[in-house]
């Protein structure tokens, strides 16, 4: 069973919510730049550039070449792939959405179904950090 978090915009009707899976994004480790962009992250995108830029700089000033810089990359890659999820949740949260959950299913479409299922247990809004 995966965790997935459900997300509103202000003064949406429930049926326009966003669902975010909690855990390791697979697309934002491998395409950082474009997911970041899509996501409409631009601090974050901003913050990797800036990392890119450091790991170039520095490694370019001590002669590091091949294996060295590629781990250095590959760290940022996974620091991002692992942390994705919680900043596109935050960004959301800072936009003014109104997060509902935990929500269980083994996939997006089984979250879904128990979010919008009518009972008398709706989901309570996460608190807004």
């Known amino acids: 069973m995966k965790l997935y978090t459900a997300h509103r ?3 949406a009707p ?8 909690d855990g390791f994004s697979w697309l934002a480790f491998l395409f950082p730049f474009v ?7 631009w601090l974050a995108f901003a913050f990797y ?5 450091a790991i170039a700089a520095g490694a370019g000033a001590v002669g590091l070449t091949g294996a060295p810089v590629f ?3 590959l760290g940022l890659h996974l620091l991002i792939g692992f942390e994705a999820n919680n900043l596109h949740r935050r960004a959301l949260l800072r936009r003014g959405f109104t997060a509902e ?3 269980l299913g083994d996939d997006m479409e089984q979250a879904e ?10 989901p309570s809004a996460l608190s807004q950090e």
């Open 71 to 73: 781990t250095l990359l």
């Open 35 to 41: 997911w970041l962009l899509v996501k409409r992250l």
């Open 9 to 11: 915009p202000p003064h």
């Open 49 to 53: 550039l800036l990392a890119v830029a």
């Open 113 to 122: 179904i128990r979010y919008y299922a009518p009972s008398s247990d709706t």
């Open 14 to 21: 429930r049926d326009q919510a966003y669902f975010i899976k």
């Open 101 to 103: 959950g935990p929500l």
